[in-house]
């Protein structure tokens, strides 16, 4: 509407809205309260439809995190042919693309995390990595326990925090999430635009 019968500050007002839920750099996704579809509140819209939007009304910025949100909805969404979330073939094929690239390089550092990083035996009880360094195949085992919650975030939202629950004491958790962060703004984050089809971060900020 504000484009329409060009209310041009309102817009620019609405569009400045819009750039705490669809960050362009890690501090601000980090410190967002609220994130994608869910800032246009009850009834909250499709993420394809959100996408179509700002595709039709050149809001550059907030295309890449945009494809990414409309990605988590799996294939049935992404496939939707209801009124408003049809998205183009190219879209469709770069969001698919990227997606799984995204997943397939959050495995692989999940087992970098738990079996090339920096976690040590234990002494602390209530740890799983509290197992003699001597015993081989309990190391093994507690290694892959962390493997698999690191890898299950792929199933999810790759770019949110570790939620580790029982399996780890406060000192190795922190040492855990501190790698998984670095993973998601290194491998993901800084590379989440190209892996979208869409313009380095620098290029559409």
Known sequence: MTTK?????????????????????????????????????SPKPHPNAVFNLFLEQRIKF??????????LGGPSSLASDKPGTVLSRLTLANIIHGIGEIRRMMVHA???????????????RVCILNVPISSSERRAEALRKISDVVAKKSEGDMLSS??????????????????HRDCRKQLVWARLPSLLGWESWEGIS
Do not use: M
């Not at 500050?9 to 410190?31: H, I, M, Q």
């Not at 999940?110 to 602390?124: E, K, R």
């Not at 004491?169 to 855990?176: E, F, G, I, V």
């Open 110 to 124: 999940a087992h970098g995390i738990a079996y090339v990083g920096n976690l040590s035996a234990c002494p602390q």
């Open 62 to 71: 907030a295309l890449p995190f945009a494809s990414y949100r409309a990605g």
């Open 162 to 179: 570790l939620s580790l629950g029982n399996l780890l004491c406060t000192d190795c958790a922190r040492l855990l999430k501190s790698g």
């Open 5 to 41: 019968y060009d209310f041009s500050v309102a817009r620019e007002g609405l569009v400045e809205d819009l750039r705490s839920a669809y960050p362009t750099k890690w501090e601000e996704f980090e410190a967002a309260k609220v994130l994608g579809e869910n800032i246009f509140g």
